[in-house]
């Protein structure tokens, strides 16, 4: 069981990047799927999550209306869609998967992690 992010990178703030996750050695359908970023010195903190099968989402608070959370159950593979960057968003980020009746925010609710990408948002 494996997931792979990807998409980061270096961007200039105000700027967007699209980050994805694609699943192997499982498939999502009973799964939620969630983002989390830390930063240099701090907590992994909550950015979204989905639920695979009905597609509902949660944000954190902070977060919505800027960052945007997907899936492709075809691909299976997840993305984050990340518009109006700040340099305070520069973290790497973690996309991981776990069984949920509800969608969680913790990371003791996903059993499986990525390995991150680094997203920097700098001029």
């Known amino acids: 069981v494996q997931l792979q992010a990807s998409g980061g990178g270096l961007v200039q703030p105000g700027g967007s990047l699209r980050l994805s996750c694609a699943a192997s050695g499982f498939t999502f359908s009973s799964y939620v799927m969630g983002w989390f970023r830390q930063a240099p010195g701090k907590e992994r903190e909550f950015v979204a999550t989905i639920r695979w099968g009905g597609g509902s989402t949660y944000y954190a608070p902070s977060l919505k209306g800027r960052f945007t959370i997907s899936r492709d159950r075809a691909k299976d593979t997840g993305y984050l869609q990340m518009n109006s960057l700040k340099p305070e968003d520069t973290a790497v980020y973690y996309c991981?998967?776990?069984?949920?009746?509800?969608?969680?925010?913790?990371?003791?609710?996903?059993?499986?992690w990525g390995q991150g990408t680094q997203v920097t948002v700098s001029s």
């Open positions: 991981a998967a776990g069984y949920s009746s509800v969608l969680p925010t913790t990371t003791g609710s996903y059993a499986y």
